[in-house]
């Protein structure tokens, strides 16, 4: 399949996000072009009952760690592959997409989480695909770590 299917199937991963500041899907592809994960990205164990979405103005300017309110798609794709096919993530790619406000595929700026940049390397995923607006960018993820480290706004 080519990339740009993979996206697409990311695409309905992301259509089931329960955050409400987002909507992004993932997906982990093996060597072998098979989808061994998947995730949306949602509150803990979808519990929509402790989602803090419209809570991030309560976290203290001091506070230190990770601002985002629900799991990141690419975290619960990851834990996915790792449950269910750990032998699989060897070499494999990791796609993200998130959807713009009409559900439609949006363009991904530069790399800048360094928690799925770390998670994915830990994880041995060697590729990160990112939908960019003048082409589909698939990074070694070594490489997307350090960009992710340098990201600047
Ligand atoms: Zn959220
Ligand atoms: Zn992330």
Redesign the pocket.
Known sequence: MEAVEYFKEATEDARKAL????KCGSIVVDVNGNVIGRGY???PQDDVSI???NRKHELPSTFKSDK???VHAEQRAIMDALKNNPDRLNGSTLYFIRLDDDGGMKYSGKPYCTICSKMSLDAGIKYFALYHKEEICVYDTKEYNELSFAYKE
């Open positions: 955050c409400l500041r987002s990205n949602a509150p989602r803090r979405c985002t309110c629900c």
